[in-house]
């Protein structure tokens, strides 16, 4: 459990040819680990991103797979921003199969210090651009015979974490947003899953870890009550995100996914 996945090693395949992915948060973290996983296995993935700079460097790491990737401009808080990356994705596919919503925020505060402009933007980002680019997305997965969605949650989608109520409650609702699909677009063959990851090594978490006096310190903190004694890696999100999205997870729908290094389970 000590050594970091490496996709490279292991053995892992899936077949995701002529399937077509949209994955907002694809420009960075878990959802540009999910879009080159998924690429590599063969899709034509969307990246959605709400800033045109990390759309434009995000692509760059993707060049090699082509034309099957591709950036769309959207701030997924918005749903008319929502519903318009959806109308784009149909006019250049004409079809979709899997939505993968990464988009996130993060901030770190007691309940004291968060005014309503902060609980709204992540809310609005978290929770509202989930509930609408599936909502935006359903007539197109409705046409496909592989759909599935996949939202990213949190541990803190599973219990309460500490200085993060708002993010807290923006991930508890995307678990159980996640299960009210399930049972309502189970007998239209559409799942719905989401993943509970615990603390990732992306950009979201190295941003909270510069504000720290002592990032050491810090680190160590964030670490110590890991049973696996580690952060996660990306690559370790993006590959039971491929599998919920594969037809090895045929008959898994209104799942949500502890991927956690064991936090979650004590
Ligand atoms: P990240 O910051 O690298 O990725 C988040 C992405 O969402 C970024 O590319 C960002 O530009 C994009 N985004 C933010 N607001 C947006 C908006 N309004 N419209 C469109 N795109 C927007 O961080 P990450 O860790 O990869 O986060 C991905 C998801 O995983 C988030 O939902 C996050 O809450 C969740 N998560 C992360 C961790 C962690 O420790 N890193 C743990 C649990 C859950």
Redesign the pocket.
């Given at each position: 459990m000590k050594q970091p996945f490496n996709p490279d090693a292991s053995g892992l395949t899936f077949d995701f040819s002529n399937r077509i992915f949209l994955i907002?948060?694809?420009?960075?973290?878990?959802?540009?680990?999910a879009a080159s996983m998924a690429l590599t296995a063969g899709a034509s993935v969307c990246i959605?991103?709400?800033?045109r700079g990390?759309g434009a460097t995000?692509m760059n790491q993707l060049k090699q797979f082509g034309e099957k990737a591709c950036f769309f401009q959207?701030?997924?808080?918005?749903p008319v921003?929502c519903e318009a990356v959806i109308k784009k994705v149909a006019k250049q596919f004409k079809t979709l199969d899997v939505v993968i919503?990464?988009?996130?925020?993060?901030r770190s505060g007691f309940i004291d210090s968060i005014t309503e402009p902060e609980f709204d933007r992540i809310m609005?980002?978290?929770l509202k651009?989930t509930f609408f680019i599936c909502k935006y997305a359903l007539p197109l997965l409705r046409n496909s015979r592989h759909a599935a969605i996949i939202n990213?949650?949190?541990?803190?989608?599973i219990h309460g974490n500490r200085q993060c109520p708002d993010?807290t409650a923006s991930?508890g609702a995307?678990t159980l947003l996640t299960k009210a699909l399930a049972l309502d677009l189970a007998h239209e063959n559409i799942r719905v899953n989401c993943v509970?990851?615990?603390?990732?090594?992306?950009?979201?978490?190295e941003?909270e870890c510069v504000k720290q006096p002592d990032q050491k310190v810090y680190l160590k903190n964030l670490t110590d009550p890991y049973p696996a004694g580690r952060?996660?890696q990306?690559e370790e999100?993006a590959s039971v995100v491929c599998f919920l999205a594969s037809d090895a997870a045929s008959f898994v729908t209104g799942a949500a996914w502890p991927i956690d290094g064991g936090i979650t389970a004590q």
């Open positions: 907002t948060g694809g420009t960075s973290g878990i959802g540009l680990a959605v991103g709400s800033t990390k995000a959207a701030d997924v808080s918005k921003q919503n990464s988009a996130g925020i993060f609005d980002t978290n651009g990213i949650s949190s541990d803190a989608g993010y991930k995307i509970c990851p615990g603390d990732i090594i992306t950009p979201m978490l941003e952060l996660g990306p999100v």
